[in-house]
């Protein structure tokens, strides 16, 4: 039997490495520029998250697709970027891919939703496309 499983989606975060001049915003919207995966924790879940039902075949591929953004160094270690977290719980680490004004944080988690075989949209470069397929 397919045994299901809870779990929340609030932000899942694949950004641009850019700072906030002219230049770099141009750069960052049509050329492909290189990529974090900005991680927060959280200690508590919060009412404003959407519950999202995986099984547990559809959980794994999610974490392999995830783990698979990941930048490796030589040890193969995922590369964190001291000191760069907005607040104590987040951190950003190096991922693999570019960043586009095409391919977003939005659409990164919406390939990840396809590949797990979940509802997802044709293209969606914001969050409210993809989270109105789980909101009630």
Not at 4 to 25: D, M
Not at 48 to 65: F, G, P, R
Not at 76 to 98: C, E, Q, R, W
Request: one cysteine or more; glycine letters at 4%.
């Amino acid at each position: 039997p397919n045994q299901e499983q809870k779990y929340n989606l609030r932000h899942t975060a694949l950004t641009g490495v850019n700072g906030s001049t002219f230049k770099n915003a141009i750069k960052a919207l049509f050329l492909k520029s290189s990529t974090l995966i900005h991680l927060t924790t959280y200690a508590e879940v919060h009412p404003n998250w959407i519950k999202i039902e995986v099984s547990q075949q559809q959980l794994s591929t999610l974490n392999n697709y995830i783990e698979k953004s990941f930048y490796k160094n030589a040890e193969s270690k995922k590369v964190i970027l001291p000191n760069k977290g907005y607040s104590y719980n987040d951190n950003f680490y190096k991922a693999t891919g570019n960043y586009t004004c095409f391919f977003t944080c939005n659409t990164w988690v919406n390939s990840a939703f396809k590949e797990a075989k979940l509802k997802a949209c044709l293209w969606t470069p914001f969050d409210f496309g993809l989270m109105n397929k789980y909101s009630n």
